[in-house]
């Protein structure tokens, strides 16, 4: 079975432009949550989507939006690059949007913003 | 203000003795704690849990140890083996909060010497 796929594995972008990053779920997960992994730093929540809603955001800046296909597949969107942005982007999906469930993560995007 | 905190960085341990990764939070509201396991170039992979009603949850070589008091957890791994050399990730969970956001440590490198 595949895992959690994201595509692009790499980019690199210039300050003030626009990136999208695309993550397929786990076939049957219907949640998927988006982190941003600085490096030296653990992964910090963006987004969670459940049946296309989104269910939770994080403490980031409007200039990140996200949004579910009917297909549970997600992109995150990200306007006004700064250099703060460059980081691992990471995917995560899981059967529900709540409680005990296991996030089962892909293996991210590095974005490295000149 | 960071919620969950690993304050090592780093640890070595050769290989059949026992492991120790300690993680420490300050949100009371914290009911779910999880461990996660990264290698390079890869997305962070589950490890074991436990929930705020228990003290202990053993998986194996695996065993998470909940001080709720001392608002304290950590992780053992007995016997190490090399293949255990990764970047281990604590993370907390407020799990009835309706959306499943995790809130990460920044890590401990642990590196089990042959």
């Known amino acids: 079975d595949a895992g959690v796929t994201q595509s692009p594995t790499h980019l690199i972008k210039t300050r003030g432009q626009h990136v999208t990053l695309r993550c397929s779920p786990i076939?049957?997960?219907?949640?998927v949550s988006w982190y941003q992994q600085v490096l030296g730093q653990g992964p910090q929540f963006i987004f969670q989507y459940y049946e296309k809603e989104e269910r939770g955001r994080g403490n980031f800046p409007d200039r990140f939006s996200a949004r579910q296909f009917p297909n549970y597949s997600s992109e995150l969107n990200v306007n006004a690059l700064l250099l703060g942005d460059s980081a691992l982007y990471l995917c995560?999906?899981?059967?529900?949007?709540?409680?005990?469930?296991?996030?089962?993560f892909g293996s991210g995007t590095q974005l490295s913003v000149l | 203000d960071q919620q969950v905190k690993q304050n090592s960085p780093s640890l070595s341990v050769q290989e059949g003795r026992i492991s120790i990764l300690n993680c420490d939070y300050t949100n009371s509201m914290f009911d779910y704690f999880l461990w996660y396991k990264k290698y390079p170039a890869e997305g962070p992979t589950f490890l074991i849990s436990i929930s705020s009603i228990k003290d202990k949850n053993e998986d194996g070589r695996f065993t998470v140890f909940l001080n709720k008091s001392a608002k304290h957890l950590s992780l053992h791994i007995v016997p190490s083996q090399p293949g255990d050399s990764a970047v281990y990730f604590c993370?907390?969970?407020?799990?009835?909060?309706?959306?499943?956001?995790?809130?990460f440590g920044k890590g401990t490198k642990l590196s089990v010497i042959p």
């Open positions: 993370a907390a969970s407020e799990g009835g909060a309706g959306s499943y956001q995790l809130t």
């Open positions: 076939s049957g997960h219907k949640s």
């Open positions: 995560a999906s899981s059967l529900g949007p709540q409680g005990f469930e296991k996030l089962f």
